[in-house]
């Protein structure tokens, strides 16, 4: 059996995932849960998204041709639920990386002190899942637990962007902790969530007019 070394601050990822007990059951729920039903991009992340530099003035006429989506190698018939919670976790986690953390300071206070507050982003996040719903409102006839699995995949994606800094950066300091907090509140109590996230109901996304072909 070969051996693999874990930096000591990495350890506390380990410990702590495995005493939530409730974190791995939602996980592997999710898994169980996970629907194929369309071409999804697979990592579709802020980086990952394009926009023309001059979009503020770009003609509206010409709005559809202003964004273009990169790196499709992970493209695959997949669960739309989490290419949108992918690129929620992308947002959330400019959130995070801006907390300020010590040992002194609980989470709570932390996340309250970020220098990019959530408030600042929540109005874009909840205009990049108004967008998607109206142009595809069949997902919500499809799919009536569709946001509460899009909450539940932005908490997995937190996890994996913890998961990449280890393996990068060696690192899981108390910001890491903060981020697997959130993430351990997305994927147990998605429906709460909701709200946290978008800023609004989840009564005020699902009843949005489609938009006309």
């Known amino acids: 059996m070969a051996c693999i070394k874990v930096p000591p601050d990495c350890l506390k990822f380990f410990i702590l995932y495995q005493r939530y007990s409730s974190l791995g059951e939602a996980v592997a729920e999710l898994k169980d849960a996970w629907h194929p039903c369309c071409l999804t991009h697979n990592d579709l992340k802020l980086n990952n ?17 202003m964004l273009r989506l990169i790196d499709w190698e992970r493209c695959a018939w997949g669960d739309p639920a989490f290419d ?11 959130w995070l990386s801006s907390l300020v953390v010590a040992s002194s300071i609980q989470i709570e206070e932390s996340l309250r002190l970020a220098e990019t507050p959530l408030e600042l982003l929540q109005p874009s996040i909840l205009a990049l899942a108004k967008a998607y719903l109206s142009n595809f409102p069949m997902i919500l006839e499809y799919r009536p637990d569709f946001l509460r ?18 393996q990068y950066q060696k690192l899981f300091g108390n910001t890491g902790i903060c981020m697997l907090q959130v993430a351990k509140t997305l994927l147990c109590r998605p429906e709460q969530s909701i709200f946290t996230v978008f800023g609004t109901a989840e009564s005020e996304l699902t009843s949005l007019e489609p938009v006309a072909a």
Do not use: C
């Open 149 to 166: 699995r899009v909450i539940q995949f932005t908490g997995l994606g937190l996890i994996h962007q913890i998961e990449s800094i280890m």
């Open 49 to 65: 998204i394009l926009i023309h530099k001059d979009w503020e003035n770009y003609p509206e006429q010409l709005n559809e041709r």
């Open 84 to 94: 949108l919670g992918t690129i929620i976790a992308s947002y959330l986690q400019m």
